[in-house]
């Protein structure tokens, strides 16, 4: 069963522009953990950040949050003020608390920024 | 200081061929991952390592696949009598512990002709 969810189409963003980037899982552990990377086409995979599921706070990395939603197990990220080298495949993943440390990844978000 | 550092960055053998990749870890990170990424596709999870051991090898295709880590940090994924399904990009991520977060080398991008 697929436990990360990223369907949205490719996504052109205007540079200075915010964008969502849409997130779902699925689990039945009540603690795990949320990660998002971004890949740019070198092929690097770049942590952005990180949520725990007892966070009582939605994450924030400069200019990198998480609109954390436990109820509906979505963990969205948003990039404000989007730059030219945002530009990138951006893979949403999770960790399960039950003992197994791999991550289980989405099929990934294509961003492209405008100017 | 250094990333995950992974070689070759490509490799190109033909079907049949016995190959492996290397990952050299983040000085001092215990835990170490290898993924499979496809053309589209997220990441797959394929084995982990804490120390030298395998602590979850169940992402391994089949026994075609194996990967090392014999002194605790270097660590191999060797592939045998390769087939075209294989062609991939290889991922290696190390992390400090084994709930730290997994920093990721850029691949070996293997083509199986």
């Known amino acids: 069963a697929q436990k990360i969810t990223q369907t949205q189409p490719g996504m052109f963003v205007q540079e200075k522009e915010a964008v969502t980037l849409d997130c779902t899982y699925d689990?039945?552990?009540?603690?795990?953990?949320l990660f998002w990377y971004k890949q740019p086409s070198s092929g690097e995979m770049i942590f952005l950040i990180y949520?725990?599921?007892?966070?009582?706070q939605n994450a924030t990395e400069g200019r990198y949050s998480l609109n954390f939603q436990k109820a509906r197990k979505s963990a969205n990220l948003v990039i404000s003020a989007s730059q030219l080298g945002d530009s990138a495949m951006y893979f949403c993943a999770m960790r399960e608390g039950n003992g197994n440390n791999r991550l289980a990844f989405g099929k990934g978000n294509q961003v492209v920024v405008i100017p | 200081g250094a990333g995950v550092s992974q070689t070759p960055s490509n490799k190109v053998t033909e079907k049949g061929k016995y190959v492996e990749l290397r990952c050299d870890p983040i000085s001092g990170h215990t835990a170490l991952y290898w993924y499979r990424q496809s053309l589209g596709q997220g990441p797959e999870f394929l084995i982990y390592f804490q120390g030298t051991g395998a602590a979850d090898d169940s992402g391994l295709p089949n026994d075609r696949f194996f990967a090392v880590r014999p002194e605790g940090s270097v660590s191999t994924l060797k592939i045998q009598r390769t087939e075209r399904g294989d062609s991939a990009v290889y991922l290696c991520a190390s992390s400090l512990t084994d709930r730290g977060t997994p920093s990721f080398g850029s691949g070996t991008r293997l083509t199986v002709v």
């Open positions: 949520q725990g599921s007892y966070d009582q």
């Open positions: 689990t039945s552990d009540p603690s795990y953990g």
